[in-house]
T-cell receptor, first 114, second 113 residues
Framework: EAGVAQSPRYKIIEKRQSVAFWCNPISGHATLYWYQQILGQGPKLLIQFQNNGVVDDSQLPKDRFSAERLKGVDSTLKIQPAKLEDSAVYLC????????????FGPGTRLTVL | AQSVTQLDSHVSVSEGTPVLLRCNYS??????LFWYVQHPNKGLQLLLKYTSAATLVKGINGFEAEFKKSETSFHLTKPSAHMSDAAEYFCVVSDNNFNKFYFGSGTKLNVKP
């Protein structure tokens, strides 16, 4: 079974630039999550999709971050404009979408903002 | 509200000795609890999970954890550490209604030869 795919694996940009990350979840998984993991901390949920609808985006900085999951499969997370404090690993995870589900994580995208 | 506290940010053991990584949780109701491992430059991998069945949960690579409601703990153990166990470990509590995960801050395990 193929896992969660993410690209790119690494990205370096300057502050105020824009960046986008892509995620392809495990086939058949209805729920998709984006997390931000700052160095030395545990992952923090940014946004949760159920199919193509948003379940929770309470911790997404909406003035600069946006995410979409068109057609309920792939998802993109965008930052525009980036700030220095956005330097982190961005993790995508997916699950079947039922209670007590295991979340399966992709390898992450490491973003460095200079 | 759900939260997790991992009591040690770093743990160092010698190869072949026991491993204990401590986790305490706070939950408004009966929680689901997970342990994930993160090796450098790799994704988070599920070690084991507790979902209100047996309180002693066995996972992959010889790890196990015991759910103790009276102590609100879910400590991770392994009888004998291997060099390949060196990684960062995260304790996670889940919101059962929406499958929302709350991560601890992580414990880095160092295994000395």
């Amino acid at each position: 079974e193929a896992g969660v795919a993410q690209s790119p694996r690494y990205k370096i940009i300057e502050k105020r630039q824009s960046v986008a990350f892509w995620c392809n979840p495990i086939s058949g998984h209805a729920t998709l999550y984006w997390y931000q993991q700052i160095l030395g901390q545990g992952p923090k949920l940014l946004i949760q999709f159920q199919n193509n609808g948003v379940v929770d985006d309470s911790q997404l900085p909406k003035d600069r971050f946006s995410a979409e999951r068109l057609k309920g499969v792939d998802s993109t997370l965008k930052i525009q404009p980036a700030k220095l404090e956005d330097s982190a690993v961005y993790l995508c995870a997916s699950s079947l979408g039922q209670a007590l589900d295991t979340q399966y994580f992709g390898p992450g995208t490491r973003l460095t903002v200079l | 509200a759900q939260s997790v506290t991992q009591l040690d940010s770093h743990v160092s053991v010698s190869e072949g000795t026991p491993v204990l990584l401590r986790c305490n949780y706070s939950s408004s109701y009966s929680p689901s609890l997970f342990w994930y491992v993160q090796h450098p430059n790799k994704g988070l991998q599920l070690l084991l999970k507790y979902t209100s069945a047996a309180t002693l949960v066995k996972g992959i690579n010889g790890f196990e954890a015991e759910f103790k409601k009276s102590e609100t703990s879910f400590h991770l153990t392994k009888p004998s550490a291997h060099m390949s166990d060196a990684a960062e470990y995260f304790c996670v509590v889940s919101d059962n209604n929406f499958n929302k995960f709350y991560f601890g801050s992580g414990t880095k395990l160092n295994v000395k030869p």
